[in-house]
């Protein structure tokens, strides 16, 4: 039915993922075939802060967003949930490690970092926004992993009050 590569070289190795190649096998035989990008391993869901279900997101709908209709005593939080969805175990570095966040935003009761997540297995973490005035705020941190295809994910959050 279908074989997946995790890397391919030699015939295919300039050729863009999702379009056409023959492989040479054997030195003789072709093969065409389709390289087609991986999934990352890591997905996440995001938790509405109100009832606490969450969905999960991909990593391409990258973005946290804070409204003034969540702030409660002058600050919001949601947590994240950060799913393994390999078939083997992930490290997981140091959230917001290499791009943490600055105030107004903060990252709260971190069970992520520096950890080894079992396949299908969680983690989460919260980010909390507290500002002290009115305005627009925006802000990314990275979420890095042991993935080979995606080493680290990035993600955006903004708040407006």
């Known amino acids: 039915n279908g074989m997946e590569f995790f890397r391919y070289e030699g015939d295919c190795a300039d050729v863009p993922r999702v379009e056409p190649c023959v492989l040479t096998m054997d030195g003789y035989k072709e093969v065409p075939v389709r390289f087609y990008p991986p999934q990352p391993r ?12 969450g969905e999960p997101v991909p990593f391409g709908d990258n973005t946290i967003e804070f409204t003034s209709d969540m702030l409660k005593g002058g600050c919001a939080s949601t947590t994240v949930i950060v799913h393994n969805n390999s078939n083997r175990s992930l490290d997981i570095g140091k959230i917001g490690g290499l791009d943490p966040l600055e105030e107004p935003f903060a990252i709260m009761d971190d069970t ?10 969680d983690c989460t973490f919260m980010v909390n926004y507290c500002p002290s005035d009115n305005g627009q705020y925006t802000d990314t941190f990275d979420i890095p992993s042991s993935d080979p295809n995606y080493p680290s994910q990035t993600i955006e959050v903004t708040g407006g009050s």
Do not use: A, R, V
């Open 42 to 53: 890591l997905m996440w869901l995001k938790l509405d802060p109100e009832t606490g279900i």
């Open 112 to 121: 992520c970092s520096d950890t080894t997540l079992d396949f299908q297995s």
